[in-house]
C-alpha cells in the first residue's frame, strides 16, 4: 500500500479523535481568576529630622508548603531619608531567594513632611499619584498585656544590646498570642516579631517575623550610609504624568 494511502486511513482514524478533544476543551471554560497578592512590608521610616540616611531593605521570606518543603524569596528595595525626614522608599517583586535574579520596580514612594504629600508613583503606568501625608515622627509602642477585648496577649522582653554597622541597637522581642476563634484558628495562635532598634536612626536596622499564616520574614537594612542622600531621589522623575487628588 503507498505511503499516501496509508496516511489517509491514519487521518481519518485519529480526526474525529482530535474534533472530540477539542470539543471537550471548549466545554470547560471558566472567568479569570486575579490569585492571591500578598505585600510584605520593610522596615517602617518615621520622618525624623536630622537624620539622614539610605540604603537597602532585604527581605527574605520563608514558607513552609503541606508537603514539609519550603519556598524562599526575596527582595532587595532602596530606602532613604534626608535631613528634612523627607523618605524615599522603593516597592520591588520578590524574585527566588539566591537565584541572581533581579526584581523589578513596582512602584516607588516620596513622603514629605514638609509639603505633607504622598506621592506613589507607579513604574508601569508612569504615572504619580499625590495625596496628604500627616504622620507624627514620633510612635509609641503598644504597652504589654491583653487587648482587643480579651482576645489578644502581647508579651515583651529583652534581647539585650548589640552593634549593627556600628550603631548601637537594643534587641527587644513581642510575642503575641491570639485566642481560638478570632481569626478563624481552631487553636490559640502564636507569632513572634523580633526587633534591633537603633536610637540613632530611630528604625530597626534588623526585624525578624515568625507567624504560622504567613512564614519567617527576615528583614534586614542593608549597604546602610549616614551621609545626605542624593536629593534628586526625592523628586518625581522625568516622564511622569502626575494626578493630584488632595
Not at 141 to 162: A, C, H, M, W, Y
Amino acid at each position: 500500500m503507498k505511503f499516501s494511502a496509508l496516511l489517509a486511513i491514519f487521518l481519518l482514524a485519529i480526526l474525529p479523535l482530535a474534533a472530540q478533544e477539542s470539543q471537550d476543551s471548549a466545554d470547560l471554560v471558566h472567568a479569570p481568576d486575579l490569585g492571591t497578592r500578598v505585600r510584605v512590608n520593610g522596615i517602617q521610616i518615621f520622618p525624623a529630622v536630622g537624620k539622614p540616611f539610605s540604603g537597602r531593605d532585604h527581605i527574605e521570606w520563608t514558607r513552609t508548603l503541606e508537603d514539609g518543603s519550603t519556598i524562599t524569596s526575596e527582595l532587595y528595595a532602596q530606602i532613604a531619608r534626608d535631613s528634612q525626614g523627607r523618605i524615599y522608599r522603593e516597592h520591588m517583586s520578590f524574585v527566588p531567594a539566591n537565584s541572581g535574579e533581579r526584581g523589578w520596580r513596582r512602584e516607588f514612594d516620596l513622603l514629605d513632611p514638609v509639603t505633607h504629600t504622598r506621592t506613589v508613583c507607579m513604574t508601569i503606568t508612569r504615572n504619580c499619584t499625590i495625596t496628604d501625608y500627616h504622620v507624627s515622627p514620633q510612635f509609641k509602642l503598644q504597652p504589654p498585656g491583653t487587648f482587643d477585648e480579651g482576645k489578644r496577649i502581647l508579651v515583651r522582653e529583652s534581647l539585650g544590646n548589640d552593634v549593627i554597622d556600628g550603631l548601637n541597637v537594643i534587641g527587644t522581642r513581642d510575642t503575641i498570642t491570639i485566642a481560638s476563634g478570632v481569626v478563624g484558628n481552631s487553636q490559640p495562635l502564636v507569632n513572634t516579631r523580633e526587633f534591633w532598634y537603633s536610637p540613632d536612626l530611630e528604625i530597626n536596622l534588623s526585624t525578624l517575623r515568625k507567624d504560622p499564616r504567613e512564614g519567617t520574614q527576615a528583614i534586614h537594612v542593608i549597604d546602610l550610609s549616614r551621609s545626605e542622600p542624593d536629593a534628586a531621589i526625592f523628586k518625581i522623575p522625568p516622564g511622569y504624568s502626575v494626578d493630584d487628588i488632595r
